[in-house]
């Protein structure tokens, strides 16, 4: 067993703190990784605190992992030691089913393995990336281009994908109009990507200070969605919203702003149930879906792709012993737009 060094939620809600664990030995098949950079994702604190109800502890979190390959198993091919190497939000699954042979592991039907809280088939429990190594699969294991920054790849294997992946399964690009709702880590992501399609993205937003980062970021457009004219006037604009927030809010009042055949994609993860009028929908022929984060090959499609059009994340790089502040400053939006652990701070 390989000895390793993290930071992990002892049980749910506690802070953060230092945890020795141990890791897999390198099988055949495996890539041992040292992590240089993992980002914080708001469904870290989430599943930290047990707020879905489904959390394993002791716990450390992290899915948006970048680093180096310090080892490869006898029968890995697609990567060497030194390669820059990522991993994102599952590590494993049952590789049978169709959504797995269609490039949808997310979606496996015989159970998605997470990079953390999960179990594997021994019953051993995952741990994530807010450490200093990780032994993965190969076939779950991603290229990351030289040209991104460690530091600025790391949300896209979270922020980036999930985002990305929706745009692209619904075929959003030029001539189209697109709303993303909320401007934190998952939407200044949606609109660096969408505005690289092509596409006329507008902002809504509750924040009038966002208004300058939104046309920073590459926006069209930006609306305040606390004033009544701006509901209004936006009646039936849009072919699509990107609806990326994670706090309880209305899904009728953006429904409302799609045009005949419109579809709304969430992707935030609002800790309560929200009601749908159905009239929100009948009217005009509107779609409500969803959308959870992409496979590997999509993955690395949206990594190339990123890589390509020098996209990456806006990020504040953080040592791992402010960890719990950065926590509390991402429930207050105290973020512009995702915080990234540098892990040599842990060694």
Same mark, same amino acid.
């Given at each position: 067993?390989?000895?390793?060094?993290?930071?992990?939620?002892?049980?749910?809600?506690?802070?953060?703190?230092?945890?020795?664990?141990?890791?897999?030995?390198?099988? &055949?098949?495996?890539?041992?990784?040292?992590?240089?950079?993992?980002?914080?994702?708001?469904?870290?604190?989430?599943?930290?605190? &047990?707020?879905?109800?489904?959390?394993?502890?002791?716990?450390?979190?992290?899915?948006?992992?970048?680093?180096?390959?310090?080892?490869?198993?006898?029968?890995?091919?697609?990567?060497?030691?030194?390669?820059?190497?990522?991993?994102?939000?599952?590590?494993?699954?049952?590789?049978?089913?169709?959504?797995? *042979?269609?490039?949808?592991?997310?979606?496996?039907?015989?159970?998605?393995?997470?990079?953390?809280?999960?179990?594997?088939?021994?019953?051993?429990?995952?741990?994530?990336?807010?450490?200093?190594?990780?032994?993965?699969?190969?076939?779950?294991?991603?290229?990351?281009? @030289?040209?991104? @920054?460690?530091?600025?790849?790391?949300?896209?294997?979270?922020?980036?994908?999930?985002?990305?992946?929706?745009?692209?399964?619904?075929?959003?690009?030029?001539?189209?109009?697109?709303?993303?709702?909320?401007?934190?880590?998952?939407?200044?992501?949606?609109?660096?990507?969408?505005?690289?399609?092509?596409?006329?993205?507008?902002?809504?937003?509750?924040?009038?200070?966002?208004?300058?980062?939104?046309?920073?970021?590459?926006?069209?457009?930006?609306?305040?969605?606390?004033?009544?004219?701006?509901?209004?006037?936006?009646?039936?604009?849009?072919?699509?919203?990107?609806?990326?927030?994670?706090?309880?809010?209305?899904?009728?009042?953006?429904?409302?702003?799609?045009?005949?055949?419109?579809?709304?994609?969430?992707?935030?993860?609002?800790?309560?149930?929200?009601?749908?009028?159905?009239?929100?929908?009948?009217?005009? *022929?509107?779609?409500?879906?969803?959308?959870?984060?992409?496979?590997?090959?999509?993955?690395?499609?949206?990594?190339?792709?990123?890589?390509?059009?020098?996209?990456?994340?806006?990020?504040?790089?953080?040592?791992?012993?402010?960890? &719990?502040?950065?926590?509390? *400053?991402?429930?207050?939006?105290?973020?512009?737009? *995702?915080?990234?652990?540098?892990?040599?701070?842990?060694?």
């Amino acid at each position: 067993m390989l000895a390793t060094k993290g930071y992990a939620a002892l049980t749910a809600k506690a802070a953060l703190q230092p945890y020795a664990f141990e890791r897999r030995e390198v099988g &055949n098949h495996d890539v041992l990784i040292q992590i240089t950079h993992c980002g914080i994702c708001h469904s870290d604190i989430h599943q930290a605190r &047990n707020e879905w109800g489904i959390s394993l502890f002791p716990m450390v979190p992290g899915h948006e992992i970048i680093g180096t390959v310090a080892q490869v198993g006898a029968a890995v091919t697609a990567f060497k030691v030194g390669d820059r190497a990522g991993v994102g939000c599952f590590v494993d699954s049952c590789r049978t089913c169709g959504p797995c *042979r269609e490039g949808l592991e997310q979606y496996c039907d015989g159970g998605t393995l997470w990079t953390y809280s999960g179990q594997d088939k021994t019953g051993r429990v995952t741990q994530g990336g807010y450490s200093t190594q990780i032994v993965v699969d190969e076939n779950y294991v991603l290229r990351i281009p @030289s040209t991104l @920054s460690p530091a600025g790849a790391a949300p896209l294997l979270c922020a980036g994908i999930t985002t990305y992946s929706p745009l692209r399964q619904w075929g959003v690009g030029k001539y189209h109009k697109l709303a993303v709702v909320g401007l934190g880590g998952l939407g200044h992501m949606a609109v660096k990507i969408a505005t690289a399609m092509g596409t006329e993205v507008t902002v809504l937003s509750t924040s009038e200070h966002k208004r300058e980062d939104a046309k920073r970021l590459g926006a069209a457009n930006f609306a305040v969605t606390s004033a009544p004219q701006t509901l209004s006037k936006l009646q039936g604009y849009f072919h699509f919203i990107l609806d990326t927030v994670s706090a309880p809010h209305d899904y009728n009042t953006y429904l409302n702003l799609l045009r005949t055949d419109g579809t709304m994609i969430l992707v935030g993860a609002p800790e309560k149930p929200a009601p749908v009028e159905a009239f929100s929908l009948i009217i005009k *022929r509107r779609r409500l879906a969803g959308s959870l984060i992409g496979g590997i090959k999509e993955t690395q499609h949206m990594l190339d792709f990123c890589a390509t059009h020098k996209i990456e994340s806006d990020v504040e790089v953080i040592p791992i012993q402010q960890v &719990n502040e950065a926590y509390e *400053r991402v429930l207050k939006s105290d973020v512009r737009y *995702r915080f990234v652990i540098d892990m040599a701070s842990l060694k």
